[in-house]
């Protein structure tokens, strides 16, 4: 027996010797190996780091107007487990947040410490709710965007997100350089997490870097301006303008309707920067191409003439027709006047090889690399590809999509004397720590010889061919209007009923030499490009020049004022 018991206390003492070797080696490891894991669970526990927000960068027109910029506001949050009266709260939250009741009933109900309840509501929201005393309730304050000049350059500028994150537009392809880099400092806290000493530790947040843009307020204003009044006389669905500096590439104006008011989005806001990011047949508008590749290989002398069937031309698979029935005209006359038939029996001289290159020449099928997320290519077939009416109706702008910044973009090498320029709207990028300036971006692709014949013969469609509501007193004003009925896929042929009506347009004799281009969808009283979208350019091509003599004058007289 007593054997027996002996053996049961060496047991014992085996087992509880077994068991200090055990802790001791747990101890040695937790010590030796998990120390740092263990320390920073400790600290975790006592201490918490808060989030410092930056100043998120402000956007400026190209004189130093502000355009975007940021302000303070307030966000409210709930502890649901210091709520005391729950009914409380959802009342008073829901009567001064305008938020239903069962929706904050369902954010308190949470298991959690921290619930939002609303972001970025106002100091008079704040103050209200503040004086209600709400054990539970507390705020935060955050950074809001905030475009002063409203819906002006909306699509341009584009919107954040709640977090201050670009969603569109400038916003969106600038964010790396507009977001501030976060900060954080700690703050000490006891067991129930009540925050009791700051501190100094602190990591000071960086703002975001400033962008000025190429874009003109002033312009801009008038490219909205009558852009909107265009579009409610002639009762269209949509349209745009952009007002390009011909030699560098930058967006003097790009203008949007519908637009929006970034300031107070709405669920059936509308976004689209249409000017990029919608293709179409561009018809009419795209003789440029035929004209500029008939130039180049020298077939044709001005007054050479070309029978154009007296309007109706049978080609195979279909019949062209002139919106005027024309006998002979001159190679001249042909694009002054905008014969369909003209310009296919030109283009057909030519062959579609050569169509098909100085088609890719001048930039259609690519993008033009403007500086904004979202740009489309167009469609733009090889001549593999190409149907037997092909190539008589791609010349006259079918069968063919393209963008508003890509007709823009071919014109402009016409009246720059024969360079491809990038568009872009960014001019210049900076904070305390660095400067980046945007150079312009261009590649000579046609002789100068060549793009002199071309803009006359343009300057000749103003003067009196179907342009001539575009022209400006006292200015050579070259262009070309479109007239594209619009493809329905519904019915599977072209709308009898929608058209786009388009002009692209410079003024060739004026330093800076810009190019203003324009196109209206679905107008309903009159659907003509020389009716519709020339008087267009004509309004906002007239300000423009006046606006640019006043800058020159007020240069002037303070470079005088200066030199007294």
């Known amino acids: 027996m007593k054997s027996i018991r002996n053996l049961r206390i060496n047991y014992i003492y085996y087992f509880f010797t077994f068991l200090f070797f055990l802790l001791a080696a747990r101890i040695i490891f937790l010590q ?63 009567s001064k947040l305008n938020i239903l009741p069962s929706e904050i009933a369902s954010k308190i109900s949470a298991k959690k410490r921290f619930v939002w309840i609303k972001r970025k509501i106002s100091l008079k929201e ?3 709710i503040k004086a209600l005393k709400l054990k539970g309730v507390g705020f935060i304050r955050e950074q809001k965007r905030y475009y002063p000049q409203e819906n002006l350059a909306s699509t341009v500028l584009g919107i954040v997100d709640i977090d201050n994150k670009g969603l569109d537009g400038i916003e969106l392809s ?53 852009l909107f009044e265009t579009i409610k ?13 011909a030699n560098s590439g930058e967006i003097l104006a790009l203008a949007n309707y519908p637009s929006f008011n970034p300031n107070k989005r709405t669920l059936n806001a509308n976004y689209r920067n249409y000017a990029i990011v919608d293709m179409f047949e561009p018809g009419s508008i795209f ?15 001005d007054d050479d003439k070309i029978f154009c069937e007296n309007g109706e031309f049978k080609i195979p698979g279909s019949t062209l027709h002139d919106w005027k029935p024309y006998g002979f005209l001159t190679f001249r006359e042909v694009f002054k006047k905008s014969s369909n038939i003209g310009v296919a029996k030109i283009a057909n001289k030519l062959g579609a090889k050569i169509l098909y290159e100085n088609i890719k020449r001048l930039g259609f099928g690519h993008k033009t690399g403007i500086d904004l997320k979202g740009e489309v290519l167009g469609k733009v077939k090889p001549p593999a590809n190409w149907s037997k009416t092909s190539s008589y109706i791609i ?17 402009a090498v016409v009246a720059n004397g024969g360079y491809l320029v990038k568009p872009h709207l960014v001019k210049k990028i900076y904070s305390p720590f660095f400067t980046k300036e945007i150079q312009p971006e261009r590649e000579k692709i046609l002789p100068t010889r060549l793009t002199e014949r071309a803009k006359d013969i343009l300057i000749s469609v103003v003067e009196d061919g179907t342009g001539v509501l575009a022209k400006i007193d006292g200015f050579k004003v070259g ?61 906002v091509a007239e300000k423009t020049l006046m606006y640019f003599e006043s800058k020159n004058l007020f240069r002037k007289n303070n470079k005088q004022n200066e030199d007294n």
């Open 479 to 539: 262009g070309k209007t479109g007239t594209a009925q619009q493809f329905d896929p519904k019915i599977g042929q072209y709308s009898p009923t929608e058209y786009r009506a388009s002009f692209i347009g410079f003024v060739s004799d004026y330093e800076p030499t810009f190019v203003i281009g324009v196109s209206i969808y679905a107008p309903k009283t009159s659907h003509f490009g020389g009716v519709v979208a020339a008087p267009l350019f004509k309004k």
């Open 395 to 411: 010349p006259i702008g079918q069968e063919i999509s393209v963008t508003l910044i890509q007709l823009v973009r071919a014109f």
């Open 174 to 226: 600038y964010d790396n350089y507009l977001r501030s880099k976060q900060g954080w400092f700690k703050v000490l806290q006891d067991s129930r997490q009540k925050k009791v000493f700051l501190s100094s530790q602190i990591i000071t947040p960086k703002d975001g870097a400033d962008i000025v843009l190429t874009i003109d307020a002033q312009i801009q204003y008038f490219a909205e301006k009558y």
């Open 32 to 94: 030796f190996f998990r120390k740092e894991l263990l320390k920073n669970l400790a600290q975790s526990q006592y201490w918490s780091l808060i989030p410092l927000e930056g100043r998120r960068g402000k956007i400026f027109d190209r004189d130093g107007r502000l355009l975007a910029s940021s302000m303070y506001s307030y966000s409210v949050f709930v502890d649901p487990a210091l709520i005391e009266n729950p009914s409380q709260v959802i009342s008073c939250l829901s």
């Open 126 to 128: 704040k103050e209200e």
């Open 287 to 301: 003789k440029i191409v035929t004209l500029i590749a008939a130039i180049e290989k020298n077939i044709f002398k």
């Open 233 to 245: 006389k002639f009762s269209a669905k949509e349209g745009s303008i952009i007002v390009m500096d």
